[in-house]
């Protein structure tokens, strides 16, 4: 069994080591010209117990790509995960208890012709056996579990058509917390929700994670969501990570991608909101992506090095690290 541990560091709950994602996608003719499109390129990331990280970056940049592998949903093409130190196999001997998935759209995640109490107890009713829960048990935990994410038990024989995209939100939570796992992938989780609304859906996972010590990965191209919630945040550009900062950090971001983020993040005037991240520059496609540094095509600050080399990771502060030659005293490392 291969293992990781470190005198030094914390073990981390989740950690990804080289990870690779490469589909083929079929063109052309009968279909016969194969693309490579890397989706996920080369990510090395640590995710700690407790701790919520973010991860952030344009439409395509990977990001659902990278949940779903730790998730166990997809199969890297390269590279390697280790749970608390322990190296995962594929096919991943999927533990409900270890980690779960919300995604943006709970009403395609939800089966329709199920009531909510059903939706809510089939994760305990499928892990009956190794619980040994009674129907007694499973149902006072659902009663629990509706109580914890803010909904009465009238709710409960309803069924998803009949609610709200929030009250949907709440009983795909429900559903993700009843076996208490470790971790959370929210995918998207609240961006198909009111601005109101996402604002209660956050305040419900905060309150969830101070209660069952919780660890989220939160993904979201919405940097201020982010921000809000995240006490680490890691940002993606075209399949790579490119920055990872502590959220105190973020006010002062050093790569040149992350400050146009932060700059596009929407303000209250419409008149004003910027209507592209990068104004006058389009997002290169991940099929032909850019030689050297990938953002290079799109940097205000581009050097000639940045066409042909990739940057290697910049050490700013012991929270803060980023992936651009603007830092990097040395610039004949290798990335
Ligand atoms: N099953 C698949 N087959 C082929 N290409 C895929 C597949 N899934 C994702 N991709 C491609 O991989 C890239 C990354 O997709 P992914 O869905 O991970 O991006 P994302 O950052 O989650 O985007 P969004 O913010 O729009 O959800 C995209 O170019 C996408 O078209
Ligand atoms: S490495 Fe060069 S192109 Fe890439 S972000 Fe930094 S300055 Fe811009
Ligand atoms: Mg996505």
Same mark, same amino acid.
């Given at each position: ?8 560091e ?8 080289n990870?690779?994602?490469t589909?083929t996608?079929?063109?052309?003719l ?8 890397k989706?996920?390129?080369d990510?090395n990331?640590d ?5 919520t ?7 395509g ?8 592998? +730790?998730?166990?949903? *997809? ?8 749970? $608390?130190?322990?190296k !995962?196999s594929?096919p991943? @001997?999927?533990?409900?208890?270890d980690?779960?998935m919300?995604?943006?759209?709970p009403?395609?995640?939800l089966n329709?012709r199920?009531?909510?109490k059903?939706?809510?107890a ?15 048990q ?9 109580n ?15 609610f709200?995209?929030?009250q949907?939100q709440?009983?795909?939570?429900a ?8 971790? +959370?992938?929210?995918? *998207?989780?609240v ?6 609304? $996402?604002?209660?859906i !956050?305040?419900?996972?905060? @309150? ?18 982010v ?12 399949g790579?990570?490119?920055e ?13 991608y992350?400050?146009?983020?932060i700059k596009a993040?929407p303000?209250?005037d419409p ?12 997002l ?7 030689t050297?540094?990938a ?7 581009k050097?000639?090095?940045c066409?042909?080399k ?10 803060? @690290? ?11 490392t290798?990335?």
């Amino acid at each position: 069994m291969t293992t990781m541990t470190s005198m030094s560091e914390p073990i981390a709950l989740l950690s990804l080591r080289n990870i690779c994602k490469t589909y083929t996608i079929k063109k052309g003719l009968f279909n016969k010209k194969k693309l490579e499109l890397k989706a996920v390129k080369d990510i090395n990331l640590d995710i700690y117990p407790g701790e919520t990280i973010g991860l952030v970056g344009e439409s395509g940049c990977g990001k659902s790509t990278l949940g779903k592998i +730790i998730c166990g949903l *997809e199969k890297p093409t390269n590279g390697q995960i280790f749970w $608390q130190g322990r190296k !995962l196999s594929w096919p991943r @001997k999927f533990s409900p208890q270890d980690m779960q998935m919300i995604f943006q759209d709970p009403f395609s995640s939800l089966n329709p012709r199920q009531k909510i109490k059903d939706i809510i107890a089939e994760p305990l009713k499928i892990n009956l056996s190794a619980g040994g829960r009674t129907r007694k048990q499973i149902h006072n935990r659902v009663l629990e579990l509706a109580n914890q994410v803010g909904l009465s038990p009238e709710h409960l024989n309803r069924y998803p058509h009949e609610f709200s995209g929030g009250q949907r939100q709440r009983v795909a939570i429900a559903r993700a917390i009843s076996l208490s796992p470790r971790l +959370i992938v929210c995918d *998207e989780a609240v961006s198909a929700l009111d601005v109101s609304v $996402q604002a209660q859906i !956050l305040e419900l996972l905060k @309150k969830l994670q101070e209660e069952a010590n919780l660890t989220y990965l939160f993904i979201s191209h919405d940097l201020a969501v982010v921000k809000y919630l995240c006490q680490r945040i890691a940002v993606m550009y075209l399949g790579e990570l490119i920055e990872i900062t502590s959220r105190n950090e973020l006010s002062s971001p050093k790569h040149p991608y992350t400050q146009a983020l932060i700059k596009a993040i929407p303000i209250p005037d419409p008149e004003n909101k910027p209507d592209r991240i990068i104004p006058g520059t389009e997002l290169p496609s991940p099929i032909n992506p850019p030689t050297g540094c990938a953002f290079h095509t799109r940097c205000p600050q581009k050097m000639d090095i940045c066409m042909h080399k990739k940057p290697s990771w910049v050490t700013i502060s012991q929270s803060h @690290k980023v992936r651009c030659f603007l830092y990097q005293n040395n610039t004949s490392t290798k990335s």
